[in-house]
């Protein structure tokens, strides 16, 4: 069954035994699955910083110490996706594990901002993320935001955003 359901929970598992007139809770569940040598572990390892990110990331740290965070309006932007990849499959260790997806699922993104007095507006979109529609989302709800958070003064406030190159482009 856990071969079938590797990305389901050990109480899901103990629900669909629990079906079949077993009673048996979810530790004891996951006690025979880590017995047979299967552990919820992630189905990929990928390393998501590398030492020249690390050390950029330092020198930006140190060059930002005297910074009045008061006055930083940050931003991002997220995807929810309606077939996401689980974040853990049973699986052995040194096995590895192949989770279906769906190519072009339905998607949402979601473009935020937030400084330290508070949040935003936030702006719903499912196009791709462009420079053009960066300068849209700025107009619609970065300036109103910022407005609402740090008053009428142009001057008060800095955007703060991360080394996407649409953030750094030209137009933008």
């Known amino acids: 069954m856990t071969k079938r359901l590797r990305s389901s929970s050990s109480a899901k598992i103990s629900t669909l035994i629990s079906k079949q ?15 047979q040598g299967l552990h919820k572990l992630q189905p990929l390892k990928k390393p998501l910083l590398s030492d020249t ?11 930002n110490k005297k910074t009045d965070w008061t006055k930083i309006i940050f931003t991002d932007e997220t995807t929810i996706s309606l077939f996401g990849k689980p974040k853990k499959v049973w699986r052995q260790k040194g096995e590895i594990v192949k989770v279906p997806t769906v190519k072009h699922s339905i998607q949402v993104h ?14 719903c979109f499912t196009d791709n993320l462009n420079a053009e529609l960066l300068c849209k ?21 800095k955007l703060q955003e991360d080394n996407d190159p649409k953030h750094r482009s030209k137009k933008s």
């Open 21 to 35: 007139e077993t009673n048996i809770s979810s530790a004891t569940v996951r006690r025979r699955l880590n017995e």
């Open 53 to 63: 990110h690390r050390l950029n990331r330092l020198k930006w740290a140190k060059n």
């Open 137 to 157: 989302i700025y107009k619609k709800t970065l300036l109103p935001s910022a407005k609402k958070i740090f008053g009428k003064d142009d001057n008060s406030w």
């Open 110 to 123: 979601i473009w935020g901002c937030f400084s330290e007095e508070g949040f935003g507006n936030i702006y």
